[in-house]
Each structure stands twice: as structure tokens, then as C-alpha cells.
């Protein structure tokens, strides 16, 4: 017999929360988890996954544009939004059920409720059962953020973004990280009037500037306007439903929908943490060690909710790490260096490792080696845009710190070369590999 009703309960059946349950549940231990959503978490239900099925319904409308220099004579072409909408939607019901499977598969218990944390060892259902846990995991992810701003209730996040009962003619995004960019080529390909606004005058905070200084004009090529420094203070909604948003000390701007991209904070509010007597962060992020653990020796946390890399393959990994910790006898971390990350603008971009800023700033001698071309793909486009890529290389032992990429594929071509840079590899054994032409890869390998 056992003192509690299950060895982990985790709160929250995101990518980390799914994984950690399986893992434990491997190991024998009785495992239950909570969602008061949809099983797959923010990637899978309203994030990565459905926003990469956009990007490349996007891309198709590019491919169309180039048709006639394909040799291909199209006619009666049209675009229906609600036709992309639904796809995206039945994948996602698709993908909530294999996880929904998996769970099931490896005996774990689900409550399609809300769970809050009581106790140390006791969760609170939202049905008002109590259950205890010798562990407790809290995955419960993060949320966008909205900003103070009278009109703010006009305005929709990410979360809705796949819910639009039409394509908007005018979008105004507010924000220049990933989540706005992403969704500016997104609209701006699909044929809507894309406006970016934002409090600063740069883009894609933490990329190499080399890639965010050439894919600003590119986008701009595109017909995305961009207004910066120009923060919204007021939105307003007309009689017929449309807006005006007003940003800055510009003009004001029109527009069909309003979309807000201001970054995402740890969803810990109301979860109750104080009941164990854990003091969350000044980000509302839960504070843990390299084990995954809170002050409370009996809740670990893992994910976005710890506010430490936002990246759905390291919640993954922090979940296992963390089933195995506490479950299978082999104590193990996560490590966050040399994590490769993209984002999926048009063209996309990828870096794995430090930047030229970073690596000047913690190694006395670098050396920066880089290839500026046209993608042959792009011959087919009237418009010039170039690839670029970057090597960022240690002087004095001539290992590969940094891989920087702008251009179609570059994350698809990273991640194998995330392996280069994680694996400590030199330029010298970049130099000695023969390229794959013609690729675009084949310039990772051609620097001098």
C-alpha cells in the first residue's frame, strides 16, 4: 500500500508534461496528469506546429507567383482561407489524439480539467477532488503577453490567430520577435496588407545582426511596412467592425485585425505555488535547479513556466531528464549551450551557438568568415534576394563557434550543423569536407 493516490501527478500535458509522464510511467511509476485545454500543449495546439502548416501554405503562394518562369501557364487561381483554416485545424485534432494515445498507451491517467497545487503532495481539481502525489510536475507552459493600452480588447494574440473566420485585408502586428515576423509573411503572402509595429527600432532581439540587418529589407521588399519605435497606445473599433490603431506619433493606422506579439510569460498565475511555499520569479517563472527541482523538494518544474529557454525540444528533454532523475535511478541534466533555434520568416533564418557580438565578448581573438550568394532557387524570382551565411571561429584554436544562416532551408541545413558546432569541430575539418553541389549547403563548407 502507499501513502498517496499516485508517485506524479504533473500539472500541465504540453510537450515537457507528456514527456515526463511517459518516461516516469516506463520506469513503473503511477502517473496522472491534468490539462484544462487540449493535450499536446501550446506547440502542438496553438503554437509551432499549426504556424509552420501556415508558413508553408504561404510559401505556395510565392511558388504560384513564379509559375509562368516554372513554365507552368495557371489559370482561375484562387485562395481560400477557410479551406487552409480547417486543415490546420483537423491536424491538430489529429496530433492531439496521438498524444492523447500515448498517454493512454503507457497507462498514464488524464483529468481534462484544471489542477492547482494544495500542498506539497496534493493537487485541487477544478471539480473540487483533491488528490496527493509523492511528486507533483508543474509543465504548465507560458502565455501571451497583452500590453496596457485603452482598445487592448480589440486586439488578438497567437492563440487566435488560427481561429480568424476570414482573411484579414489589413493586419497590424504589434512586436518584432519571432511570433510577429513569423505571422507578417504569413499574412503577407497570402495576400493581406501586413503593418509590423514596434516599441524599438530593432528586430529579432539575440540573432546575429549581420542576419537581422539583411532580412529587414527583404521583408520590406516583400511589402511589409514597418513602423518603429511606434508602440500603440490606442485602438479604436468603427461602426462596421474595423479599427484603427493608433502607434507612435504616426498617422493612425486602418486595419481588419490587430494582432498583439509582445513575447510570453510563465502561466503561473493562480496555480496556487504558494501552498508549497514557492516564491515564483520576477518574471512569474518558477525558479529550479539543474534538476528540474523547486525549493519544494517534492515539485520540480520543466518547460516555458520555468522561463529558461522557451524551445518545445527543451521542455522535452527537461521532462525526461527529469522522469529519470526521480524515476529511473540516473540522474542527468539538460545542457543549453549550443541549442540551434530558426525563425520561420520568408526566407527563414537559423544560428546555432554564439554571435559575432557574443563570441568577441568572451574570446580574445575571432575570426568571421562568411558567404553572401544567390540561392539558385531564387533565380526563378524576379526579385534578387541573397542567401547569407556566417562562421563565427574561435582564433586561437580555430573551433567553430557560431553558425549564422539566412535563405531558404537554412533550418532544415542547421540542424546538421548544429552537430558540427556541438561536437567542437574546427573550421580547418570544415574546410576538409567536400561540398555537395549544387546546394546551398555546400557554402558552409567554401568560406575562406
Not at 513503473?28 to 506546429?49: D, L, N, P
Not at 568572451?362 to 524576379?382: H, L, T
Amino acid at each position: 500500500m502507499t501513502d498517496f493516490d499516485y508517485d506524479l501527478f504533473v500539472i500541465g500535458a504540453g510537450s515537457g508534461g507528456v514527456r515526463a509522464s511517459r518516461i516516469a510511467a516506463s520506469h513503473g511509476a503511477r502517473v496522472a496528469v491534468a490539462e484544462e485545454f487540449r493535450v499536446g500543449g501550446t506547440c502542438v495546439i496553438r503554437g509551432c506546429v499549426p504556424k509552420k502548416l501556415l508558413v508553408y501554405a504561404s510559401h505556395f503562394a510565392h511558388s504560384l507567383h513564379d509559375a509562368p518562369t516554372y513554365g507552368w501557364t495557371l489559370q482561375g487561381q484562387s485562395f481560400d482561407w477557410a479551406a487552409l483554416r480547417d486543415f490546420v485545424a483537423s491536424d491538430v485534432d489529429r496530433l492531439e489524439r496521438a498524444y492523447t494515445s500515448t498517454l493512454d498507451s503507457n497507462k498514464v491517467e488524464h483529468f481534462h480539467e484544471r489542477a492547482t497545487v494544495a500542498g506539497p503532495n496534493s493537487v485541487r481539481l477544478a471539480s473540487g477532488r483533491e488528490i496527493t502525489a509523492r511528486h507533483i510536475l508543474i509543465a504548465v507552459g507560458a502565455w501571451p503577453v497583452m500590453p496596457e493600452f485603452e482598445g487592448v480588447e480589440h486586439c488578438i494574440t497567437s492563440n487566435e490567430v488560427f481561429h480568424l473566420p476570414e482573411l484579414p485585408r489589413r493586419v497590424v502586428i504589434q512586436g518584432a520577435g519571432y511570433i510577429a515576423l513569423e505571422f507578417a509573411g504569413v499574412f503577407n503572402a497570402l495576400g493581406s496588407a501586413v503593418t509590423v509595429v514596434n516599441r524599438s527600432d530593432k528586430i529579432l532581439r539575440g540573432y546575429d545582426h549581420d542576419l537581422t540587418d539583411r532580412l529587414l529589407p527583404i521583408l520590406q521588399a516583400r511589402g511589409i511596412e514597418f513602423g518603429f519605435n511606434r508602440p500603440i497606445r490606442k485602438v479604436e473599433e468603427a461602426a462596421d467592425g474595423s479599427l484603427l490603431v493608433h502607434a507612435g506619433e504616426g498617422e493612425p493606422i486602418p486595419a481588419d485585425v490587430v494582432l498583439v506579439a509582445t513575447g510570453r510569460r510563465p502561466k503561473t498565475a493562480g496555480l496556487g505555488l504558494e501552498n508549497a511555499g514557492i516564491e515564483l520569479g520576477a518574471n512569474g517563472e518558477i525558479p529550479v535547479n539543474e534538476y528540474n527541482a523547486t525549493t519544494c523538494p517534492s515539485i520540480h518544474a520543466v518547460g516555458d513556466v520555468t522561463d529558461r529557454v522557451q524551445l518545445t525540444p527543451v521542455a522535452i528533454r527537461e521532462g525526461h531528464a527529469f522522469a529519470d532523475t526521480v524515476f529511473g535511478n540516473a540522474p542527468r541534466t539538460v545542457a543549453y549551450d549550443h541549442i540551434p533555434s530558426a525563425v520561420f520568416t520568408q526566407p527563414p533564418i537559423a544560428a546555432v551557438g554564439l554571435t559575432e557580438h557574443e563570441a568577441r565578448a568572451q574570446y580574445p581573438e575571432v575570426k568571421v568568415f562568411k558567404s553572401d550568394f544567390r540561392p539558385m532557387q531564387n533565380m526563378f524570382s524576379a526579385t534578387a534576394e541573397r542567401g547569407y551565411y556566417k562562421l563565427v571561429v574561435d582564433g586561437a584554436s580555430d573551433r567553430v563557434l557560431g553558425i549564422h544562416m539566412l535563405g531558404p532551408d537554412a533550418p532544415e541545413i542547421l540542424q546538421a550543423a548544429a552537430i558540427a558546432v556541438k561536437a567542437g569541430l574546427t573550421k580547418a575539418q570544415f574546410d576538409e569536407t567536400v561540398a555537395l553541389h549544387p546546394s546551398m549547403a555546400e557554402e558552409l563548407v567554401l568560406m575562406r
